[in-house]
T-cell receptor
Framework: ETGVTQSPTHLIKTRGQQVTLRCSSQ?????VSWYQQALGQGPQFIFQ???????GRGNFPPRFSGLQFPNYSSELNVNALELDDSALYLC?????????????FGEGSRLTVL | AQSVAQPEDQVNVAEGNPLTVKCTYS??????LFWYVQYPNRGLQFLLK??????LVKGSYGFEAEFNKSQTSFHLKKPSALVSDSALYFC????????????FGKGTSLLVTP
């Protein structure tokens, strides 16, 4: 186990709704990143937060937004849900934002959009 | 742009035999390469990474990977496969010239039969 915890583990929403996913990083880690893993695909980078600011973003629209809190926990918010947003959302933490460092992943939140 | 290719959707091997899971990459700068494993309905677990130095990298659970710069490859290997090694394996890369996103391949399903 990595010590990264995510909630909820599963949830079902309908198109147009909004969702908030939560992540607690591993102790001592100050950097959190979020990935989307569609069925049968590898994870895709959404964004990364360091010191409560976004410091990297993948090719995702603005309706995907996030927050990092002073205790380094994080939220991923998705507005105006679409069917294609159905996926496993993975949170990962690391000591600092560095290119050579490995990420420690949580178990994920599986979102189904109907 | 950075990218990773895992040419095999599935690899089948008998228990006790050596296994290889293939990965090739493309980056503009120096590659930082990673292997992760994912068990059903779980998050990703870090296995090993190559940053610089010795081309043969040893990781968790008896896995190792060989970095080959001329062939732009980073194949995952294990001398003797176990049934419990059956899982989904992802290769990932970061480029020394770009941001913090990990670019993942689409994954290779490893099935080890008794």
């Amino acid at each position: 186990e990595t010590g990264v915890t995510q909630s909820p583990t599963h949830l079902i929403k309908t198109r147009g709704q909004q969702v908030t996913l939560r992540c607690s990083s591993q102790s001592g880690h100050n950097t959190v990143s979020w990935y989307q893993q569609a069925l049968g695909q590898g994870p895709q980078f959404i964004f990364q937060y360091y010191r409560e600011e976004e410091n990297g973003r993948g090719n995702f629209p603005p309706r995907f937004s996030g927050l990092q809190f002073p205790n380094y926990s994080s939220e991923l918010n998705v507005n105006a849900l679409e069917l294609d947003d159905s996926a496993l959302y993975l949170c990962a933490s690391s000591y600092v934002p560095e290119r050579t460092g490995e990420l420690f992943f949580g178990e994920g939140s599986r979102l189904t959009v109907l | 742009a950075q990218s990773v290719a895992q040419p095999e959707d599935q690899v089948n091997v008998a228990e006790g035999n050596p296994l290889t899971v293939k990965c090739t990459y493309s980056v503009s700068g120096n590659p930082y390469l990673f292997w992760y494993v994912q068990y059903p309905n779980r998050g990703l677990q870090f296995l090993l990474k190559y940053i610089t130095g010795d081309n043969l990298v040893k990781g968790s659970y008896g896995f190792e990977a060989e970095f080959n710069k001329s062939q732009t490859s980073f194949h995952l290997k294990k001398p003797s496969a176990l049934v419990s090694d059956s899982a989904l394996y992802f290769c990932a890369v970061r480029d020394s010239n770009s941001g913090y996103a990990l670019n993942f391949g689409k994954g290779t399903s490893l099935l080890v039969t008794p």
